[in-house]
């Protein structure tokens, strides 16, 4: 028996360099919520995974996730690894189980029990969650700028990159400075930019982070777009508003992606039900970790709904994990995979090894056991003592 001896978390401090965050200090945070977590069995094996939030989006702060974390060791401590379903049942009983929330931390630990336990078995991670049907990935990336002229000089950028998915970032105005027309105008004219900008053959997914708030006002405005088929509109009202997200899909004549809807399979089986979506946005974090992702990919391969992975962002341990999940899907969307790269600066200290690489604009798995991945330790405690003053 592969028997748990300590779940431990290991605090990072990034520094956001992505376009537009900066300015964005409460909805994009400059500094948010990141850990890795080590979960280290009896015998002295251990497995990685890591956990990224963020205060607006995800309500969970520093200090919230190493107190999560500390109470899934007192609930995992002693329990058999390798029956990870168990493990999940263990974490959920502790904290957080009959609530959409507080997944960040148990997303985490799970990660870090697959990468244990695949190991352990001396396969990749994808292999354990029944996964494998392609290793190699076109990529997709998030543009947030500001004006017509900066977005379509981003969309011209990453697809000379080789990028085959776009989102574009068409709610910030209304995030930061409240829902007014002439925001919403200054939103679909970025839109439109975009679109000019880019290729047939390269996904646009126009993201308005629940902003646009009137399923009405959004029909109205996608109709001006429906002769691109390459356009979707992702997440344009509140998360729980199926209804509504039902309505723009049935008369827009633009495919509807849902993203802060998806929390859980659960939500996924509703989505499903009120045929609110085209397609998803599986956020590992969100969800609780690899056990959960695959439930809510099984629910949408069935409902013929697509899945697009992404990242939140993460250092490379969790792209690197976005990329074993992004195997399980029967249809392959662009993914998310390259936060590590564009969203964060880590500092100088390079503590991890192995994981996704990147080249011609696709990310490639490693083939080696767990998550391919694996920490400097001693590479990782000169950043935590650096901390911001680097």
């Known amino acids: 028996m592969l028997k748990i001896a300590a779940v431990e978390p290991f605090r990072l401090y990034p520094v956001a360099i992505k376009e537009a965050w900066a300015d964005d200090e409460y909805v994009w945070p400059s500094h948010p919520p990141s850990f890795l977590v080590k979960v280290t069995a009896e015998n002295g094996d251990y497995g990685v995974g890591e956990i990224s939030s963020q205060q607006w989006y995800l309500g969970e702060t520093p200090d919230q996730i190493a107190e999560l974390v500390a109470i899934y060791d007192g609930a995992l401590r002693g329990q058999n690894a390798t029956n990870i379903a168990f493990c999940q049942f263990k974490m959920e009983e502790a904290f957080g189980g009959g609530m959409p929330g507080a997944r960040g931390a148990r997303s985490g630990v799970d ?203 993460y250092t490379l341990v969790g792209d690197t994990a976005c990329c074993h999940v992004a195997t399980v899907p029967k249809v392959a969307y662009p993914v998310d995979c390259e936060g590590h790269v564009s969203f964060l600066d880590w500092g100088e200290e390079k503590f991890i090894t192995g994981g996704i690489t990147i080249r011609d604009g696709k990310a490639h798995l490693p083939d080696g056991p767990g998550l391919g991945v694996d920490i400097d330790w001693a590479a990782l405690k000169r950043h935590q003592d650096m901390g911001y003053d680097r």
């Open 111 to 313: 990660m870090a029990l697959h990468d244990l336990v695949a190991k352990h078995r001396d396969i990749p991670v994808y292999e354990l969650i029944g996964g494998g049907l392609r290793t190699k990935f076109e990529m997709l990336t998030n543009l947030y700028h500001k004006t017509p002229d900066e977005m379509a000089e981003g969309c011209r950028e990453y697809v000379g990159r080789g990028f085959k998915g776009l989102k574009i970032k068409v709610g910030d105005e209304m995030l930061s400075k409240g829902w007014t027309r002439a925001n919403f105008l200054s939103e679909l004219d970025k839109l439109q930019a975009a679109i000019e900008a880019t290729p047939r053959d390269v996904y646009i997914d126009a993201d308005a982070n629940q902003g646009w708030l009137s399923a009405n006002w959004t029909v109205s405005a996608l109709r001006q777009f429906e002769g691109c088929n390459n356009l979707s509109i992702e997440q344009p009202l509140g998360h729980a508003d199926l209804t509504g997200h039902a309505h723009v899909r049935a008369r827009a004549g633009v495919p509807v992606i849902l993203d802060e809807s998806v929390w859980s399979p659960e939500a996924v089986l509703q989505i499903a039900r009120h045929q609110a979506g085209d397609r998803i946005v599986l956020k590992l974090n969100r969800l609780g970790g690899f056990s959960e992702a695959v439930k809510a990919i099984h629910i949408c391969d069935a409902a013929a709904i697509g899945v697009s992975v992404d990242t939140n962002p």
